[in-house]
Structure formats: C-alpha cells, structure tokens
Nanobody
Framework: VQLQASGGGLVEPGGSLRLSCEHS????????ISWFRQKPGKEREGIAC????????LHKDSVKDRFTLSRDDVKNVVYLQMNSLEPEDTGVYFC?????????????????????WGKGTLVTVSS
C-alpha cells in the first residue's frame, strides 16, 4: 500500500500547479483518493476527493472553482490541478486513500479506520 504525492513548489499568486498522487497496492473496490492540506499553524483539512470507480468528485467550497481533480487509471495517478493560486493556499498537501465516502472524509477532515496517508508536498504561493 503506497501513496506518493508530488508536484509542489513555489508559485506566484495567480499561478497554477498540478499535484500528482501515485497510488498502488489498494484493492480498487470503492476506493477514494482525497487531497488534504495543512496550512502553517493550522489543522489538516480535506479539500477534494475522487472516487476511483466512477470518477465522482467532491470539492470544498474554498477550492471548487479553482481546483480540479482528474485520474489516470492506467498510471494509477490522481491529479489535483490548482489554478488561480492565492497566498492562502500555501501549505503542505497530502494525498490519502480511504474506503469512506468522500462527503464523510471532507466533512470530518480525517480518514476512516481503513485510510492511508501519503507523504506531503509543499506548495508555497508567494511573490
């Protein structure tokens, strides 16, 4: 069971980044991949989630007009395209896998008992 997030970096306000989450070792089932972010000094927050079986996505209101989820089932990668980035988007971004429903994960800002975390990738939005 492995998750690997990548694609973070330094970007100017208004810019874009695409984060990738490579996942392996999970039975497909009703697996969902979620993105969480942890802003400096804040708790980790779930911001977006995609169900791998049907591609259904869910986004928090704070990002839904700017961030988009997609998946490549051949490469086992989930992407988080982040546009119109703001300094407030600065933080460490984590991807996670879980069998819980996306709505539950994002509302709780945490994983269920069968969830797994990947290592984070730092996103810094600054001029």
């Amino acid at each position: 069971v492995q998750l690997q997030a990548s694609g973070g970096g330094l970007v100017e306000p208004g810019g874009s980044l695409r984060l990738s989450c490579e996942h392996s070792g999970f039975p497909l089932g009703s697996l969902a991949i979620s993105w969480f972010r942890q802003k400096p000094g804040k708790e980790r927050e779930g911001i977006a989630c995609i169900v791998l079986t049907d591609g259904m996505t869910l986004h928090k209101d704070s990002v839904k007009d700017r961030f988009t989820l997609s998946r490549d089932d051949v490469k086992n990668v989930v992407y988080l395209q982040m546009n119109s980035l703001e300094p407030e988007d600065t933080g460490v971004y984590f991807c996670a896998a879980d069998l819980s429903a996306c709505a539950v994960t994002l509302a709780a800002n945490q994983l269920g008992p069968f969830g797994s975390w990947g290592k984070g990738t730092l996103v810094t939005v600054s001029s």
